[in-house]
């Protein structure tokens, strides 16, 4: 299964026929039994995003299981992001207010108490876009500080 396999559902979210709920209990995202989270951030929020579909488009949904991990911040440096996310990380360190001040009030709020994401990023093997690589790609972030410990998905 593929994300262009998803077309049919992501047409009545965009219509808003579709709700989270009702999206996560389709029996085609169903059957991938992924956590929750990474669900409605992978495929709800950018399963119908071209620039994220043509980055992990030829990835078969089936062959990734999702576990919760903690990795060190230094493992972060210099991890790649799609390639239609190239440079957003470094954008996004530039000028973290402005991408506060974007984002809902919560997500400030949570930065400013904890000093780390509301949600853990959600990291995949890069072994599932090209075989001879490794290492992992972030897919799913806001990166503005990073703390020495950090959970994340990882597949």
Same mark, same amino acid.
Not at 54 to 62: A, F
Not at 79 to 88: K, L, R, W
Not at 126 to 142: A, K, N, Y
């Given at each position: 299964?593929?994300?262009?396999?998803?077309?049919?559902?992501?047409?009545? =979210?965009? &219509?808003?026929?579709?709700?989270?709920?009702?999206?996560?209990? &389709?029996?085609?995202?169903?059957?991938?039994?992924?956590? &929750?989270?990474?669900?409605?951030?992978?495929?709800?929020?950018?399963?119908? $995003?071209?620039?994220?579909?043509?980055?992990?488009?030829?990835?078969?949904?089936?062959?990734?299981?999702? =576990?919760?991990?903690?990795?060190?911040?230094?493992?972060?440096?210099?991890?790649?992001?799609?390639?239609? &996310?190239?440079?957003?990380?470094?954008?996004?360190?530039? $000028?973290?207010?402005?991408?506060?001040?974007?984002?809902?009030?919560?997500?400030?709020?949570?930065?400013?108490?904890?000093?780390?994401?509301?949600?853990?990023?959600?990291?995949?093997? =890069?072994?599932?876009?090209?075989?001879?690589?490794?290492?992992?790609?972030?897919?799913?972030?806001?990166?503005? =500080?990073?703390?020495?410990?950090?959970?994340?998905?990882?597949?």
């Amino acid at each position: 299964m593929k994300l262009s396999d998803l077309s049919p559902l992501m047409v009545r =979210r965009q &219509d808003g026929g579709l709700s989270l709920a009702r999206f996560r209990a &389709d029996p085609v995202p169903a059957s991938l039994q992924w956590p &929750d989270d990474v669900l409605e951030q992978f495929l709800f929020d950018h399963g119908d $995003n071209a620039a994220f579909v043509h980055d992990y488009g030829g990835i078969d949904l089936r062959e990734i299981r999702w =576990r919760p991990e903690t990795i060190p911040t230094a493992d972060f440096h210099g991890m790649p992001t799609g390639a239609s &996310d190239d440079g957003c990380i470094e954008s996004y360190a530039e $000028n973290p207010v402005h991408w506060i001040a974007v984002r809902p009030p919560e997500i400030g709020r949570h930065w400013e108490e904890h000093g780390t994401w509301l949600r853990p990023p959600i990291l995949l093997d =890069r072994r599932l876009l090209d075989p001879s690589d490794s290492g992992l790609q972030v897919l799913e972030h806001l990166f503005l =500080r990073l703390p020495s410990q950090l959970p994340c998905r990882r597949r």
